[in-house]
Every structure is written in C-alpha cells, then in structure tokens.
C-alpha cells in the first residue's frame, strides 16, 4: 500500500464517533455486553452435557466467532474516542479488514451449516444422529475457517497493489474495505471484482443454502397435522431463523444505505448496527428462548457464583 502526499506518513484517519466522549461509554457497555454474553454462552455449551449436540457446537463456534468480530473494531475505536486519536497505521488498517472479512464469512458460513442441522433434524430426524455426527460437525467448522481465511487473504492481498493519495479519511470507526478502495488513486478493478468473486461464493451462495434449508423446513412442518406438532418443529429453529434474519437484515442495511446515500452518517449507523447490535443480540435470542439454554446458563451462574450469604450465617448461629 502505497502513498503519496497525506497527513500522517503511512496513516489512514478514521473520522467514526471519535470526537464525541458520549459514545465511548456507550460502546464501552455494548462491547462488554457482547463479550460477556457470548462467553457465558460458550462456557454454558462447554460444561454441560445435556447441550453437547451438533446445534449448541455450531451455536458455541458462532458465540466465539461474534466476540472475535467487535474485538476487531471496537477496541480500535475506543482507544481512538478515550485519546482523541484518529490515526491508524496502513498495518494496522489491513490486519483490520483481514480479520474483519475473516469473521465476517465465518459468520456466514456457521449460519449456513446450522441451517444445515436444523433441515436434517426436522426433514430427516430419524437419520440425524448419523447425519450430523462430530466427524461432520468438526469438518464444517473447520472447512468454514478455512474457506474464510482464503476469502479475506484473497481481498486484503490486492489491497498491497494499490496506491493512496492526499485524501486519506475513512468516515468509519473502522477500515472498511469499500471506504479504503474509494481512497486509492489507481486502478480498482481488480479489486472491485475480487470483491465481487467473494461476496458471491461467501456470501450469495451460503445465503442459498440457508434459505433453501428453510424452504424444505416449512414443507416439512406444513406436512404435519398437530398444531402442537408444528409448534414444536418451528420452535427448534425459531432463534436461529431469528439469528439469520438480523444478520442479513442488517448487512443489507448496510449495502442499501450507501448505495441509496452519500451520506456517511446514514452509512455509520447502519455499520454499527451490523458491527456491534447484532452479535450483542445473539446471546439473548438463543438464551431467552431456549429452556435448555437457560437452565444450562442457571447452572453455570449458580457454580460461578455461589451463595455465600449462607454460609456466614450458619456460622453465626452455631
């Protein structure tokens, strides 16, 4: 990455919420959040047995993938809010949208092969534990990373041919990568198709398989006659549909409202929302309606935190 004449040698200038304090602590809580439920998630997965199955593994996997995700913004942003930077270094610009683009397919692929699990547990229920069994579910996630890695060092390495002018402000709290590519003053193409090559694969066609998923799910469920029936089999996939349908809502939030806009601040608004709101959301979807989950989550916090209050008490008696 190559530059020519801007402020600050070998710097780009992220222009999002860094000269307004109200939003560091807001941030600051929404990061903590995020961080928080989805680790009590993973630990609630971990260490108990009843959810070692092949949605609370993808589900664990997505939880830890999420964390990883507003760890690769968020930070960055604070820091630059609490110290009235706005200076990030061409280094640390491409690490950024690296490990941004990398979690960001991971995100999508998990999403797809829960969608997988769900259709051969309501279409094929019988045959799901032969199905879905750890060899599968290990070669998903690991394929998934593998895939992502390969997506993200296919965008960020064309990234290294380019060169950047005097304008080198992105109107972002973080390198987003279509911001960056409208700074360089050469040639984008390249670029520009490479991004399109990979939205496709990693992004078209697992949105595909999800909603094809989907399709055979509610046939599936139309075909059985209880109501309770239905209920039963729609609430199996009810929080991960709710999942899917925030995360692409608000990527395509995202995509819309800087297409249909110049403004940077509509575009902003839609980031967070994209960045930071819905893997903070996460946590609460799967949790809030799931009896497993919060059973698991209760016995988690009652180990972690246990009732002393007891104890000194009896104490004091005796």
Not at 89 to 96: E, I, K, N, R
Not at 182 to 191: E, G, M, P, Q
Request: overall charge positive.
């Amino acid at each position: 990455m190559e530059r020519g004449n801007q402020t600050g040698a070998g710097h780009f200038l992220l222009l999002g919420f860094t000269e307004k304090p109200f939003f560091f602590g807001l941030f600051l809580s929404m990061y903590l959040v995020t961080f928080t439920g989805n680790l009590l998630l993973i630990l609630a997965v971990s260490s108990d047995s009843h959810l070692h199955t092949p949605m609370y593994f993808f589900l664990a996997n997505l939880s830890f993938v999420d964390i990883c995700f507003t760890s690769t913004t968020v930070p960055k942003m604070l820091w630059n809010t609490q110290t009235q930077r706005k200076l990030i270094t061409c280094a640390g610009c491409l690490s950024q949208i690296f490990f941004f683009i990398v979690f960001g397919c991971l995100d999508n692929l998990l999403l797809t092969a829960m969608a997988y699990d769900r259709f051969v547990a309501i279409c094929h229920p019988l045959h799901y534990m032969v199905i879905m069994n750890p060899q599968l579910c290990r070669l998903l996630a690991v394929g998934s990373w593998c895939i992502s890695v390969m997506g993200s060092l296919l965008e960020t390495l064309t990234l290294l041919r380019l060169s950047f002018c005097t304008n080198m402000e992105i109107p972002h709290f973080f390198c987003d990568l279509p911001e960056v590519l409208k700074l360089a003053c050469s040639d984008t193409f390249v670029n520009t198709m490479v991004v399109y090559f990979v939205t496709i694969v990693l992004g078209v066609f697992p949105l595909s398989g999800i909603l094809f998923s989907y399709s055979q799910i509610f046939s599936s469920i139309l075909k059985i006659s209880s109501a309770r029936g239905k209920y039963k089999a729609f609430s199996t996939c009810g929080s991960h549909l709710s999942v899917v349908s925030l995360f692409y809502g608000t990527g395509l939030g995202v995509y819309l409202s800087s297409a249909a806009t110049s403004s940077s601040r509509t575009s902003l608004v839609a980031s967070v929302m994209y960045t930071i709101v819905t893997p903070m959301l996460n946590p609460f979807i799967y949790s809030l309606r799931n009896r497993d989950m919060k059973g698991a989550l209760g016995r988690l916090l009652s180990k972690a935190v246990p009732l002393s209050v007891g104890g000194p008490l009896q104490d004091s008696h005796e």
